[in-house]
């Protein structure tokens, strides 16, 4: 109930895999049932015209009301169940779920319930917002700080909230990281400008004061679009848009470091699901610091989540400098 508040809706399938598995459809579903009479789901299902389509769910008051009184939901916040005003919306969220129990399943293999073996921390826009403005103090690791003399450029990047589609966050001995997804079905890169400066800008310094300052590697993002075909158009968006950079105060910014251009890569859905772990990143220098700003020349690499999220030493090792 409170991974349903948290990423607003999830399908009856997916809440099986997650509290009973592949072998306890039906004690999965009785208890959904009950749920749902007792008023603490509320479901809904689209028009199918070949049968039944199968029925996805929200938490209702009543259930975030049980949240409280279990300690599970704060209790000085409001809470109104998220409105169905188009099921565009809600399939953008389904259609993410899917994505990340898919990462968690070849993770962590096995046909037993999700939910107590999730390879890793699965946050919502709900609780994996990121303000930018909050006075909250945190240890800085040494992934986050910055070596003396560096000076920050934020050119075009803006400072704003960030609230990703999902957080997923790892574990392994004494090293945490965060990979943060971003699903965009709009298949209209221009919408997408305003988040990617926000994210140009809290990759250069933003994540360096907040929770993310103690996690042993710098986090990374991905953005997805639902099919391959909009990818291109994407990327050559966030190569116009990334200005954000850092250096040694004599430094020029062909000398400096964009994180943006390292730690954001780019898929699709159709990717991930195939088993395809090649992802994009724009290149490594703005257009105007190219011989021919013109030319946008993506750099494919191999960011397996999977073998992230597994545990694994000399995977996580692997992937990190992959994406570093």
């Known amino acids: 109930m409170a991974l349903t508040h948290d990423v607003n809706f999830l399908a009856s399938s997916q809440l099986v895999v997650l509290g009973w598995g592949n072998s306890g459809e039906r004690a999965g579903q009785k208890r959904l049932k009950r749920l749902h009479d007792g008023g603490y789901l509320d479901r809904f299902r689209p028009i199918n015209?070949?049968?039944?389509?199968?029925?996805?769910?929200?938490?209702?008051?009543?259930?975030?009301?049980?949240?409280?009184?279990?300690?599970?939901?704060?209790?000085?916040?409001?809470?109104?169940?998220?409105?169905?005003?188009?099921?565009?919306?809600?399939?953008?969220?389904?259609?993410?779920a899917s994505l990340v129990l898919h990462i968690a399943q070849e993770t962590a293999g096995g046909q037993e319930a999700l939910l107590d073996r999730m390879p890793f921390t699965w946050k919502g826009p709900r609780s994996g917002r990121i303000d930018t403005d909050s006075d909250e103090e945190f240890a800085c690791s040494p992934a986050a700080e910055l070596p003396v003399g560096t000076q920050l450029h934020r050119e075009g990047s803006r400072q704003g909230y960030l609230e990703p589609d999902a957080t997923l966050i790892g574990r392994s001995g004494d090293d945490t990281w965060a990979v943060l997804i971003e699903y965009d079905r709009t298949e209209r890169p221009h919408k997408q400008i305003d988040r990617l400066r926000r994210y140009d800008h809290w990759l250069l310094s933003g994540w360096r004061w907040g929770h993310f300052a103690e996690h042993s590697i710098p986090p990374s993002v991905i953005f997805l679009t639902a099919r391959e075909r909009p990818l291109r158009r994407l990327i050559e968006t966030a190569d116009r848009t990334f200005e954000a950079w850092h250096g040694h105060e004599h430094a020029g910014p062909r000398e400096g470091t964009h994180p943006a251009r390292q730690r954001v890569v780019f898929t699709s859905r159709q990717r991930v699901l195939a088993g395809d772990w090649t992802m994009e990143r724009t290149p490594g220098l703005p257009p105007e610091l190219r011989e021919d700003f013109r030319v946008c020349s993506p750099r494919s690499i191999d960011f397996n989540l999977p073998a992230l999220f597994a545990g694994s030493d000399v995977d996580r090792r692997t992937t990190e400098r992959a994406a570093s």
């Open 49 to 96: 015209e070949r049968g039944s389509a199968e029925w996805n769910y929200r938490l209702s008051s009543l259930g975030w009301s049980a949240l409280v009184e279990q300690g599970r939901a704060p209790g000085d916040r409001a809470y109104t169940p998220t409105a169905i005003a188009s099921i565009s919306y809600t399939e953008h969220d389904l259609q993410l």
